[in-house]
């Protein structure tokens, strides 16, 4: 069975391999994309070469068929463009921290890495003390966190702090279950995939791009939450389904499958079986999901123009989180961070500066 996109980046349609194929996604869940994304795509790749995040030579040759900003332009579809720049950024920056973080493991750079820890936690409480920060990761996070404070309250800002904390400690955790091999077991592994994964900076977001903070009885409402949570978790463990290839040739440790093999005793097949199960599942229940939130929303149009305004701010969330799945799985396949098959070194991704920048 072949799904079919036609890609962002190209022309050219995109084939999904049978085993990753969702046909309830290709069917029932129509990919958006917001007008703003080709000078999105534009000024992203500018900001990657102005800040130093990538060398020139890889922004030309990988930026555009990474294909981060279509991720995002996927997502936040009826956020202002100013907002939508500013995530696609930060996204961007996302994806090289990774990918830093994956080098200094496979490199047995730990103390850069420990330096870079305590540098980004520094930069998220005061980034306009870290503007100019000799290592372009650190300049770079600075730059994109202070964009994210400018559009809502300091409330939204030391939220949107917490979260991104925790985010730094899990990665610091991966890295020490990585160094000494331990492969986290299922229960734990899953929750530490919701931190790696930084289900609640993407869900964060979400407000900035409806333009409206969300009380925290809102933000915490069941019907809400949980709608979140399962957009976040389909795009945790579709990743891990895709990625499981990529993670095995470089010696990873962090997979629900992997986690699946080593501790469940199941065999390759069986685990990637099971892996799509609960992928299949988390559709499943949130388009349930998606409807308890949609008559909260309702609910909350109480008649005043404050109700109201709430009202259409979480439909406008939900909706995004409906816009995840579609965007989700088709940037994985469109997406040049999973040709594996394609590189001359299947643990090597080409795109990846392999020093340690900042620490020369």
């Known amino acids: ?19 990753l194929a969702l046909p309830v996604i290709e069917d029932s869940f129509p990919r ?28 030309r040759e990988y930026a555009d068929g990474l294909c981060y900003t279509d991720l995002m332009a996927g997502y936040y579809t009826g956020a202002p463009d100013d907002v939508l720049q500013a995530i696609a950024d930060y996204s961007a920056w996302f994806f090289v921290w990774d990918d830093r973080h994956d080098r200094d493991r496979v490199h047995g750079r730990t103390a850069d890495w420990r330096r870079l820890r305590y540098r980004l936690h520094a930069a998220l409480d005061a980034p306009r003390h870290h503007l100019h920060h000799p290592d372009p990761l650190v300049a770079g996070f600075a730059d994109s ?47 530490l995939r919701r931190l790696t994964f930084a289900h609640w900076i993407w869900t964060d977001l979400l407000e900035p791009s409806a333009g409206h903070e969300l009380p925290d009885a809102v933000r915490k409402h069941p019907a809400y939450r949980r709608a979140a949570l399962l957009s976040q978790e389909f795009a945790a463990w579709y990743n891990d389904l895709c990625s499981l290839p990529k993670e095995i040739a470089g010696d990873e440790v962090h997979n629900l499958g992997i986690s699946l093999i ?16 609960r992928v299949e599942k988390c559709i499943r229940e949130f388009i349930d999901a998606e409807r308890d939130a949609l008559r909260f929303a309702g609910e909350l149009a109480d008649g005043t123009a404050e109700g109201g305004e709430l ?50």
């Open 1 to 19: 069975m072949h799904a079919f996109s036609h890609g962002t980046t190209s022309s050219t349609a995109v084939a999904v391999p049978p085993s």
């Open 32 to 59: 958006q994309l917001h007008p703003y994304w080709p000078k999105l795509q534009e000024k992203t790749r500018q900001w990657l070469l102005e800040k130093r995040l990538m060398p020139a030579d890889k922004v």
């Open 311 to 360: 009202s259409a701010a979480v439909r406008a969330c939900v909706g995004s989180m409906r816009n995840w799945f579609s965007s989700v799985y088709w940037f994985h396949h469109e997406s040049g961070r999973y040709t594996v098959d394609s590189w001359d070194d299947r643990s090597t991704p080409p795109y990846v500066n392999n020093e340690a920048a900042g620490e020369k």
């Open 145 to 191: 966190v202070l964009r994210l404070y400018s559009f809502l309250s300091h409330t939204w800002n030391r939220r949107f702090a917490r979260h991104f904390h925790e985010v730094i400690e899990a990665y610091d955790r991966e890295f020490r279950n990585r160094t000494r091999g331990y492969v986290p077991k299922v229960d734990e592994y899953l929750a």
């Open 262 to 277: 080593t501790h469940e005793a199941l065999t390759l097949e069986e685990a990637v079986d099971e892996v799509r199960w």
